[in-house]
């Protein structure tokens, strides 16, 4: 069970962040050096830079995905580098942060349904029934300007715009 956030603490405090990756040959490359970053509760904040900047390589580190090298990652108070693998598993289940990324195509399953899709953080969180999560999903999409006719759409048959503003949404149902 999660504990109750402080909402005077930021969401998320960046310090001094370093994370090292293994490159082609055996060597190792510093992709992150020194990050400083820190998110107050309830912004929203977009990462911008050049291809290869380590925009991925951050959002991952942060939920988890890549161990940092070097450095503190404080979500809600807790130090997410130093969680084990399970307790990792379970901060991203909970939903605090969500990851959109630039090419919404590859990172929705085109053999789900919109509504699906955007239900799918709430399904693997067990929250409500099936008709909950479908209410849910349309007024995610309805609130990221979307119809709610698209919820029985598959990715393919919506434009590259509305395919974005599916992720922002299955990114946003969770709250």
Not at 3 to 15: G, H, I, N, R
Not at 83 to 102: D, I, S, Y
């Amino acid at each position: 069970m999660a504990s109750t956030p402080d909402a005077s603490a930021p969401l998320l405090k960046v310090s001094d962040l370093h994370v090292r990756l293994h490159a082609p040959g055996g060597t190792w490359q510093q992709v992150l050096d020194g990050v400083d970053l820190t998110i107050e509760q309830g912004a929203i904040v977009g990462v911008i830079g050049e291809t290869g900047s380590g925009k991925t390589t951050l959002g991952r580190t942060i939920v988890g995905l890549v161990a940092p090298s070097a450095g503190t990652i404080e979500l809600e108070g807790r130090d997410v580098a130093r969680l084990r693998r399970r307790a990792r598993r379970a901060l991203r289940r909970e939903g605090v942060v969500q990851l959109v990324f630039q090419d919404p195509l590859r990172s929705l399953d085109p053999a789900l349904r919109i509504g699906e899709i955007v239900a799918e953080g709430l399904a693997i969180r067990g929250d409500g029934d099936a008709a909950s999560r479908r209410e849910q999903a349309v007024g995610a999409l309805e609130l990221v300007g979307l119809d709610a006719t698209l919820v029985d759409r598959r990715p393919s048959e919506v434009s590259g715009g509305q395919r974005q503003r599916v992720a922002i949404a299955r990114a946003l149902v969770t709250r």
